[in-house]
C-alpha cells in the first residue's frame, strides 16, 4: 500500500474525544467532558430553521452567504465589536468556526510558515496549522497570569519565519480573557512585526464579573492584519447546526472563499435564517444560559477548592474550569481516568490542549445545575475535603 499524506499520519487523535468515547462503559455518566452548552438550542431558533426547510429552502446559497445574514452580521460586528465590515466583501458564513478557522489557515499558510499558537489551548488550533502544512510554535502559558496570552510571551517566539499568531479570547481551555491593555500591547507588535492574526472569538458572551470582550480588530490600523472569526455554536446553544462566520479584508476574503467553494461551498439556507433570528431575538435566552453557567461556575469552582489535592482558579469566561491537580501527583490523564473510573464523571486531562496544560484538568459546566452538583457529590467522595 502506498503511504498516506504526512498531515494525515501524524494529526494527533483528540484526548478530548478519548475520554468521551470511554465514559460509554459507564451508563450513569456525569459527562463534563464536551465543550457544548448542555441546554438545547431555544424553541424559537428552532421553529425559524424547521420553517425554512418546510419552505423548501433547501437549495445552494451564495458562497459567503446569504445577503440578509452577512447585513445582520455586519450590524452585530459595529454595535458589539466596534469592527466596520462591508457585509459583500469582508464576511462569510462557514460551516462553524471550524471551517472559518481550516480556510483562514489555508489562505495565509505557506509550507514552513509558522504559526504562533497558545499552549493550553483548543487542539484544533495545532491540527489546522498542521493541515496547512505550517509549523506550529507554542506560546507556553501559566497559571500565574490566569493563562493569558500576553506581548512579552508571544515576542520572543517570533522569527523572520512567523506569518500567523493565534488568539482565542475568552480562551478554552482555561477561561483567560484579554483585557485592553493586553490588546494594545499586541496590536502595538503586530503592526511592529507585521503579522497576522487569527482572533477566534466564539466565547465572546460568555464574560462573567462585569468585564467585557473586546477584539483585536477593532484597534485603529488593525482590521488588516486581523481575520475575525466567530460562531453560532457557543453563544446560542448551538453546536450542532453547524454555523459560524469569520471577517476579513477584502483581499483575504476573495481567496478564503474560493477554498471555502471546494470544501463546503455554502451553509444550507434554512439554517442561516435561523441564525439571523437568533442575532436579532436570540439576547434574552443568551443571558438566561450565561446566568445559569455563571452560577454553575460558582458552584464547580467553590467545591474543587474544597477538595484534597486541588485548586482552581475562578475562570472570568467560558463554561470552562481548569483545575490545578498537581499535587494530587498524577498526571492530567490519569487524573482523568481515576475520575472517571471512580466517580463516573468525565473531564477532560489537561494534556489534551498541550503541554503546558500537564497538571491540570478541564471541566465544564455548561452542564444543567443538578448534572454539576451530582458531579460534585461524587468527586467529595473521592476527594474527601482539604
Ligand atoms: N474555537 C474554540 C476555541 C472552540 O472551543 C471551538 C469548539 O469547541 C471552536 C472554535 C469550534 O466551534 P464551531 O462549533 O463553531 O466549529
Not at 256 to 263: C, G, P, Q, S, Y
Request: with cysteine.
Amino acid at each position: 500500500m502506498m503511504g498516506l499524506s504526512h498531515a494525515a499520519e501524524k494529526y494527533p487523535a483528540s484526548g478530548v474525544r478519548a475520554m468521551f468515547d470511554r465514559a460509554r462503559e459507564y451508563p450513569d455518566v456525569v459527562n463534563l467532558c464536551l465543550g457544548e452548552p448542555g441546554m438545547p438550542t431555544p424553541d424559537d431558533i428552532i421553529k425559524v430553521g424547521v420553517d425554512g426547510l418546510l419552505a423548501r429552502k433547501t437549495k445552494y446559497t451564495p458562497n459567503l452567504g446569504i445577503p440578509v445574514l452577512r447585513e445582520a452580521l455586519a450590524e452585530k460586528m459595529a454595535r458589539e465589536n466596534n469592527i466596520i465590515c462591508d457585509p459583500d466583501q469582508e464576511i462569510m458564513v462557514t460551516t462553524g468556526a471550524t471551517e472559518a478557522l481550516m480556510l483562514s489557515m489555508l489562505t495565509l499558510l505557506q509550507p514552513g510558515d509558522e504559526v504562533i499558537i497558545p499552549d493550553p489551548s483548543w487542539p484544533n488550533y495545532v491540527g489546522h496549522a498542521m493541515m496547512s502544512n505550517a509549523k506550529p510554535v507554542m506560546a507556553r502559558l501559566s497559571e500565574s497570569n490566569g493563562f493569558k496570552m500576553t506581548a512579552d510571551i508571544i515576542e520572543p517566539l517570533i522569527t523572520d519565519k512567523t506569518k500567523l499568531i493565534l488568539l482565542n479570547s475568552p480562551a478554552n481551555p482555561t477561561g483567560a480573557i484579554l483585557l485592553q491593555e493586553d490588546l494594545l500591547e499586541i496590536a502595538k507588535m503586530v503592526q511592529k512585526h507585521g503579522v497576522y492574526v487569527i482572533s477566534d472569538e466564539p466565547y465572546e458572551k460568555l464574560i462573567y464579573d462585569k468585564q467585557a470582550h473586546i477584539s483585536l480588530a477593532s484597534f485603529p490600523g488593525m482590521k488588516n492584519h486581523v481575520i475575525t472569526i466567530n460562531s453560532f455554536s457557543k453563544t446560542y446553544a448551538m453546536t450542532g447546526w453547524r454555523v459560524g462566520y469569520a471577517c476579513a479584508n477584502p483581499a483575504l476574503m476573495a481567496n478564503m472563499v474560493k477554498l471555502h467553494e471546494n470544501i463546503t461551498s455554502c451553509v444550507n439556507e434554512a439554517f442561516q435564517l435561523a441564525c439571523v433570528y437568533a442575532l436579532k431575538n436570540g439576547e434574552a435566552a443568551v443571558q438566561n444560559m450565561k446566568k445559569d453557567y455563571e452560577e454553575n461556575r460558582n458552584l464547580l469552582v467553590g467545591a474543587l477548592n474544597q477538595m484534597y489535592g486541588i485548586q482552581c482558579q475562578t475562570p472570568p469566561a467560558t463554561f470552562y474550569a481548569f483545575p490545578n491537580i498537581k499535587a494530587l501527583g498524577l498526571s492530567s490523564k490519569d487524573t482523568a481516568n481515576l475520575i472517571l473510573d471512580k466517580c463516573h464523571v468525565v473531564t477532560a486531562p489537561g494534556s489534551a490542549f498541550g503541554q503546558a496544560g500537564e497538571g491540570y484538568i478541564r471541566i465544564s459546566f455548561a452542564s444543567d445545575k443538578e448534572s454539576i452538583k451530582e458531579a460534585i457529590r461524587r468527586m467529595n467522595q473521592l476527594f474527601g475535603h482539604a
